[in-house]
């Protein structure tokens, strides 16, 4: 199975201010043929079920706001919330869909 | 808008097995995969099993295999996770969740979740 994994475990950041999470796969989840990274990234508010926020590393769903971006190929890469809001709260975890089974990360916890 | 509504959970003794469902509503059902996920109390996410959208092909966790079995009635937009043999490390929420296509193995809805809990 991939492992992955992400850090930190959580972070503060100021209202306003840039959020950066990282994610690594234990292997490349690069399809070299479609030139596509097989990684998603989820929100997950307290009491809520995850939510999907980008996939293919750095394609943002429709309805998510810009301020939250994805970047990265291979085995590293990196959400970033360009400007924390208070309802940016939450938990975000990075996927695989490169193999099966799908994997998560354990999650980063953002808080103001 | 895509609603995906899970019952079925509840509390069992180890052992002992239950069926959760997932109904489904407003998009085309037999296009696409669906998934169960879970999440252990305070703890991470955790694919479980997918089901095709014709119901031909199914894929498990090896967490699960030989116990779980992932079913579908696509005359009326049901997503079954029939689960026997249960152990106090299945007690968790378990999320239905619609695959992006066929076995794309990433999931753009999820329901709310029902909560499995495996205790004497």
């Known amino acids: 199975d991939i492992v992955m994994t992400q850090s930190p475990d959580s972070l503060a950041v100021s209202l306003g201010a840039r959020a950066t999470i990282n994610c690594k796969s234990s292997q490349s989840v690069l399809y070299m043929s479609k030139n596509q990274n097989y990684l998603a990234w989820y929100q997950q508010k307290s009491g809520q079920p995850p939510k999907l926020l980008i996939s293919?590393?750095?394609t943002r769903e429709s309805g998510v706001p810009d301020r939250f971006s994805g970047s990265g190929s291979g085995t590293d890469f990196t959400l970033t919330i360009s400007s924390l809001q208070a309802e940016d709260v939450a938990v975000y975890y990075c996927?695989?869909?490169?193999?099966?089974?799908?994997?998560f990360g354990p999650g980063t916890k953002v808080d103001i | 808008e895509v609603e995906l509504l899970e019952s079925g959970g509840g509390l069992v003794q180890p052992g002992g097995s239950l069926r959760l469902s997932c109904a489904a509503s407003d998009f085309s059902f037999t296009n696409y995969a669906m998934s169960w996920v879970r999440q252990a109390p305070g703890k991470g996410l955790e694919w479980v099993a997918a089901?095709?959208?014709?119901?031909?092909?199914?894929y498990y966790a090896d967490s699960v295999k030989g116990r779980f079995t992932i079913s579908r009635d696509n005359s009326n937009y049901t997503v079954y996770l029939q689960m026997n043999s249960l152990r106090a490390e299945d007690t968790a929420v378990y999320y239905c969740?619609?695959?992006?296509?066929?076995?794309?193995?990433?999931?753009?809805?999820w329901g709310q979740g029902t909560l499995v809990t495996v205790s004497s």
């Open positions: 996927q695989q869909y490169y193999n099966t089974p799908p994997t």
């Open positions: 969740a619609k695959d992006r296509g066929y076995f794309d193995y990433f999931f753009d809805f």
């Open positions: 293919w590393a750095s």
């Open positions: 089901i095709s959208g014709s119901g031909g092909k199914a």
